[in-house]
Every structure is written in C-alpha cells, then in structure tokens.
C-alpha cells in the first residue's frame, strides 16, 4: 500500500526565515510527486510536479527536490502570504488510475 | 479560462439522505476525479472517470458511487448520508488520465455537513 507522511504538521516561522517541509514515501513505483498548495477552506493549488530522483524544480521562493524516498519544499525568505497548507501526493504504479495518494499536509505560519 | 467548477459550494443534510454533487472539468480535459477530504488531512481517492468510463474507485463503501457525461463532466452521488460523510469534496480534472503522470487540477470543492 502507498503511503505518504508529511513533516512536520505544523510549522512557524519569521518572515525571512528560511526552511524545508519534508514529505516520505513508500510506493510500488513511483510515477510522480506532487505538491500543492490549500488555503483554508478551498481546493489544493498545484505547484510543482517531480518524476524522478534528482530532479529539481523551482517557482518564486520555492524550491521542490525529489530522492528515492522523500521529497522537500524548501521555501527560501518566506512571506506572510505563503502561510498555507502545503500537501505532498504520489501517483504509483500499479495504480488505480491516476489515484494520488496524499499525506496530512504540513500547516505552514509565516508571522511578520 | 475556467478552471474546474463545482456546485454547490455548500450543502447541509440530515442522515439517512442522499447527495448530488457536480463538478464541470477544464476545457479539454477528459478524466475526472473525485476526493474527499476530511477536517485536518489530505484528500482521499473515491473515483476516477475517463471518457465516461470508471478508472479507478478507492477504498469506500457502496453509498458512493459517480458518473461521467458526454461532455466530461461529472456527478458524485452519496446515499444513506452518515454523519462521517461531512467534508470538502473535491473534484480534479486532468487531459487524459493515462500514460506519464499528469497534473490534476483541483476545483474549490463543495463542503457537506451532515447533521
């Protein structure tokens, strides 16, 4: 069974305060890795998508990389408005479709 | 362009009824797919409908159960409401559902409160 854990749940920081969020995983065969964005009470934001180990993409102050086991968004000089949920998902083979799997989401506080 | 579109935006039952939910995909895209997502956690898989065809069900009870129309869009139909059914449903649709990985895009969800 896929599994994904997302680390840590919940995190504060300083506008300004550099960081990573941590997302493992344990899949049959990784087809892809996916990180969104949810703001509360609204639908998940897609940001990167990673297929393999070593890739790396970036978009404004975030940066997602991708090993055999785990992923991290690192978000460099964090503003106040990037406080949101950040959820990691896998799509595996052999799959259900094109099911994602999620993890918990890490709840990300940029204070001013 | 339009993104995905969902209706309602919020609905408020009584156990024991049933739900229609809708979700209109992006121009172009094909397969459809339905979440739940409960208070505090990620979105779990219900279904996934390509070209009007089930792709793929995740682990729930029969009460669920979806449709796909000719012109992609989609119905999620829950029956026998239980209090545990209140969430944000989410629909995502993708081009073709198939092959490489795609990208699925996520509408703003329909948020159910079952009383």
């Not at chain 1, 998508?49 to 991290?72: H, I, M, V």
């Amino acid at each position: 069974e896929d599994q994904v854990t997302q680390s840590p749940e919940a995190l504060r920081l300083q506008e300004g305060e550099s960081s990573s969020l941590n997302c493992s995983y344990t899949v049959s065969g990784l087809r892809g890795l996916f990180w969104y964005r949810q703001d509360p009470g609204k639908g998940p934001e897609f940001l990167f998508t990673l297929y393999s180990a070593g890739e790396e993409k970036e978009k404004e102050r975030l940066k997602a990389t991708l090993t055999k086991k785990e992923s991290f968004l690192h978000i460099t000089a964090p503003k106040p408005e990037d406080s949101a949920t950040y959820l990691c998902a896998v799509q595996a083979s052999p799959n259900a479709g094109n099911m994602l799997t999620f993890g918990g989401g890490t709840r990300l506080m940029v204070k001013p | 362009d339009a993104g995905v579109t969902q209706s309602p935006t919020h609905l408020i039952k009584t156990r024991g009824q049933h739900v229609t939910l809708r979700c209109s995909p992006i121009s172009g895209h094909k397969s459809v797919s339905w979440y739940q997502q409960v208070l505090g956690q990620g979105p779990q898989f219900i279904f996934q409908y390509y070209e009007k065809e089930e792709r793929g069900r995740g682990n729930f009870p029969d009460r669920f159960s979806a449709r796909q129309f000719p012109n992609y869009s989609s119905e999620l139909n829950v029956n026998a409401l239980l209090l545990g059914d209140s969430a944000l449903y989410l629909c995502a649709s993708s081009l073709a559902g198939t092959g490489r990985a795609e990208t699925q895009y996520f509408g703003p969800g329909t948020r159910l409160l079952v009383l």
